[in-house]
């Protein structure tokens, strides 16, 4: 069985500071990892990932992700948050066992609220 | 390039009614999984189309099902709707040799009264 904590329902950011939104993972294997981000009364959009390698990935609109395995952690972090990256944050979590199709298990969501 | 696109955007149905939802993947793309979100929840999974055969399926009735068309479109049918199916649905699309990497719709946003 795979899982993924979101341990904040909300996170509260000044602008120009930096951000952190956590998540932690429970999978039987080795995980994929993914965040995507959710604009009001819009799908998700893809983020970054890890899949192997280097712990520290980077995405798009300049946030990057930390692996931690002995933590089971991915937080989420950008060094200068902005107003507009005000949102819903999911991380999702696939184990690398889980056969070819894909099928992520998603965190309950952090909301993002970066205040001017 | 279109990405993943949705229809309705929006739908009201009342209870007992059945509803139909469209998906046209992202270029390129040839698999389609279907995810249901309640208002300030995550994405339930409901089953993934390849080659036009469902592959994968979530803890759903199966008052849900869906179909995969040769261009790789995708419908999802709701039976009996009960007011707990109210919710926005996304669709999303990836390569199955690539599938780690899903790219979503906007959602049809459905109310069933």
């Known amino acids: 069985a795979q899982s993924v904590a979101q341990p904040e329902d909300q996170v509260n950011v000044a602008e120009g500071n930096p951000l952190t939104v956590k998540c932690t993972y429970s999978v039987s294997g080795n995980p994929y990892l993914f965040w995507y981000v959710q604009y009001p009364n819009r799908g998700l959009q893809f983020l970054l990932k890890y899949i192997t390698g280097d712990n520290l990935v980077k995405g798009s609109y300049g946030f990057e992700a930390e692996f931690n395995k002995s933590q089971t952690s991915f937080h989420l972090k950008k060094p200068s948050a902005l107003v507009s990256d005000s949102a819903l944050y999911f991380c999702a979590v696939r184990d690398r066992t889980s056969g070819g199709s894909y099928i992520p298990t998603f965190g309950r969501g952090t909301s993002l609220i970066v205040h001017p | 390039d279109a990405g993943v696109t949705q229809s309705p955007t929006h739908l009201i149905k009342t209870r007992g009614q059945q509803v139909t939802l469209r998906c046209s993947p992202k270029?390129?793309?040839?698999?389609v999984s279907w995810y249901q979100q309640a208002l300030g929840q995550e994405p339930q999974f409901i089953f993934q189309?390849?080659?036009?055969?469902?592959?994968q399926r979530g803890n759903f009735p199966d008052r849900f099902s869906g179909h995969q068309f040769p261009n790789y479109s995708s419908e999802l049918n709701v039976n009996a709707l009960l007011l707990g199916d109210s919710a926005l649905y996304l669709c999303?699309?990836?390569?199955?040799?690539?599938?780690?990497?899903?790219?979503f719709g906007s959602g049809t946003q459905l109310s069933v009264l």
């Open positions: 270029s390129g793309h040839d698999t």
């Open positions: 189309y390849y080659e036009e055969e469902e592959r």
């Open positions: 999303a699309s990836s390569r199955w040799t690539e599938n780690e990497k899903l790219f």
